[in-house]
């Protein structure tokens, strides 16, 4: 698994080849944007490979989850193509405002 840096204060975990298949994708955006290099160079380098212990946990590295703030109880969202590390209370407010937001679309 690789986990990287997410929107605002989540991680994001994907599949080495879901990984790969972002990778990929960044790779063939034009290279000219000053802004889409710097995203590329902190996405790469900040990217982290992590694997599962023998009883399914996996140990997020420090700096990440200093650099998200996320501490305690955290949960794992399913994103599209990969997964997000989020703050359990965050994404509990977030859920609400969404569904009131969204309620004429349900």
Not at 18 to 37: M, N, S, V, Y
Not at 43 to 59: A, I, V, W, Y
């Amino acid at each position: 698994l690789v986990v990287t840096l997410g929107q605002g204060a989540s991680l994001c975990l994907y599949t080495e080849p879901g990984f790969e298949q972002r990778a990929r994708e960044l790779k063939e955006l034009p290279a000219d944007h000053q802004k889409l290099k710097a995203f590329r160079r902190m996405f790469f380098s900040l990217s982290k490979r992590t694997e599962l212990d023998k009883q399914g946990r996996m140990c997020l590295p420090a700096g990440l989850l200093r650099r998200t703030g996320l501490s305690g109880e955290v949960v794992l969202i399913g994103a599209d193509d990969h997964l997000e590390i989020r703050d359990r209370a965050a994404w509990q407010s977030e859920v609400e405002q969404s569904l009131d937001d969204f309620s004429e679309l349900f």
